[in-house]
């Protein structure tokens, strides 16, 4: 995600001062010459990215790289116009030349480029407002995860698509990881059955979770919180994997860790502003030196634009998002699922069981942080990290050979990009690619379960939009369907 703060993203006045300028007709000529399919017209599809933090990398290189027969890049917009040059000084050592455009000269871009579609990589709090005007502009909107943060932004998107008939993309690479695959094809093979209830536990390290309480994500304005922001992506990797919809939600949330009190605790004096100034950096395991790597490049060197610091202190009290969560969700299906997420771990990966009909599904990934032995609670095969294992009801376990993929991701991204850049993808019978019914029903459980931490009541999905439909999923087993009865024990 690009690296900015809510007060240096776009202002939404600036934003819909610069939008409605340039007036209907604008729009409708440019839907016009956007009427013919690029792949008919034996040409290469036309993108235009907006957002050139550390997420957007992944999109450049595919595009000027392995994809550049088929793909084009022909305009880059940001906020901050140092990270903006780095983004177009990239291309232009791939021998690409492409302009690049303030935020607020979004119209400009697509008036003088022509993109097919454009790639959302902003701050999440801002996704829709890119989204929904490429769409009244003529584009299919591709956009990373979340696709927004409220259901208010939500249903401008859900209405836009229904007003322009353009198509959103939501980048979920979680669901084509090997091993994630690998789960979906064992449920829809019916192993266990049709699924009764799901029990999912996700861990965040005091590396990586402790990072999303010094960057932009760390006021809910701007991510939605880990519930949005983080959760996405396991709220939409369970009603893949279940090929159901969220119905109601209850949560309870608090922020427990990450706060000036366990500074103190921790035998820090006080939090301070950032890691840059701290004069109690040499104590701090915290400690986050923008010296190093990529961070220098992007966000140090760059903070003179925008006064964005990549580096604040992860105990200040200005933090709104919560560190501890905990989440119920009953599915249309007639699923449960019981979900947590802590973002101050010992060690960080996942842990799921689907109880079915049949029997039960574990599976986890150890992604970093801690070693477990075949004995351990994390799975009976650990190979990589990755343990899988099928319990028929009153059976014999057995282990399942974790399916492997090289790159980011475990593999998945490589995957989901041929899906998106190739023009002649293969056919997946997983149904992995999502659009905006799938980016919607993943955003409105954090959605709700934000809500929950307020009103300490459930929540409807069915209450927070209108117009929303079912995603398409992969033929799943159902309630339907016959069971045997099991051996006797």
């Not at 409708?28 to 235009?48: C, H, I, M, N, S």
């Not at 599904?361 to 942080?369: F, N, R, T, Y």
């Not at 307020?454 to 992969?474: D, H, R, W, Y």
Request: hydrophobic share 35%; net charge positive; with cysteine.
């Amino acid at each position: 995600m690009d690296e900015q703060t809510r007060s240096s993203s776009m202002d939404r006045r600036t934003f819909a001062k610069t939008v409605t300028s340039a007036g209907i007709g604008m729009a409708l000529g440019t839907e016009a010459a956007f009427a013919q399919d690029p792949v008919a017209a034996g040409r290469r599809k036309r993108y235009a990215l907006v957002g050139t933090g550390g997420r957007s990398s992944m999109y450049r290189t595919a595009i000027l790289g392995t994809y550049r027969e088929h793909a084009e890049l022909v305009g880059l917009a940001d906020k901050n116009p140092g990270r903006l040059k780095l983004a177009v000084d990239d291309a232009a050592r791939n021998n690409v030349t492409v302009p690049g455009y303030a935020h607020t000269d979004f119209d400009k871009m697509i008036r003088e480029t022509r993109p097919d579609a454009v790639i959302v990589t902003t701050v999440d709090g801002f996704h829709h407002e890119y989204i929904v005007r490429a769409m009244e502009l003529g584009c299919d909107a591709i956009t990373e995860k979340p696709m927004t943060t409220t259901a208010e932004k939500c249903q401008q998107i859900l209405d836009a698509k229904k007003r322009t008939g353009k198509n959103v993309r939501v980048t979920f690479n979680y669901r084509y990881a090997p091993p994630r695959t690998q789960v979906k094809e064992l449920l829809m093979a019916g192993e266990i059955g049709d699924i009764l209830s799901v029990d999912f536990h996700w861990l965040l390290n005091t590396q990586h979770g402790a990072d999303y309480f010094r960057r932009w994500h760390s006021n809910k304005v701007n991510s939605g919180g880990l519930m949005v922001h983080k959760a996405t992506h396991h709220f939409d990797l369970v009603n893949w994997w279940l090929g159901a919809n969220p119905a109601s939600v209850f949560a309870t949330g608090k922020r427990e860790f990450y706060t000036p009190s366990m500074a103190k605790r921790l035998g820090l004096n006080s939090h301070h502003e950032r890691c840059l100034t701290c004069d109690e950096k040499s104590k701090c395991t915290f400690y986050l030196d923008l010296n190093q790597g990529s961070n220098k490049s992007l966000y140090l060197d760059q903070e003179r634009y925008d006064g964005y610091f990549r580096d604040r202190c992860v105990f200040r009290p200005d933090i709104d998002i919560e560190d501890t969560m905990n989440v119920l969700v009953h599915y249309d299906t007639g699923a449960t699922m019981s979900y947590s997420l802590n973002a101050f771990n010992a060690w960080e990966g996942y842990v799921i069981a689907f109880n079915g009909t049949k029997g039960r599904l574990e599976h986890s990934i150890v992604e970093s942080g801690a070693v477990f032995s075949p004995s351990d609670v994390v799975g009976a095969a650990v190979a990589g990290g990755v343990s899988t294992r099928i319990i028929p009801m009153r059976g014999t376990a057995r282990s399942v050979r974790p399916w492997t993929g090289e790159g980011g991701h475990g593999g998945g991204d490589v995957i989901m990009l041929n899906q998106i850049f190739l023009p002649n993808p293969e056919p997946d019978k997983f149904v992995r690619a999502s659009d905006e019914r799938g980016g919607a029903m993943s955003i409105l459980v954090g959605v709700a379960a934000n809500k929950c931490f307020e009103t300490k009541q459930p929540t409807s999905i069915a209450s927070l939009v209108k117009g929303l439909t079912s995603p398409n999923f992969a033929p799943m087993p159902r309630s339907t369907e016959p069971v045997p009865m099991p051996r006797r024990g």
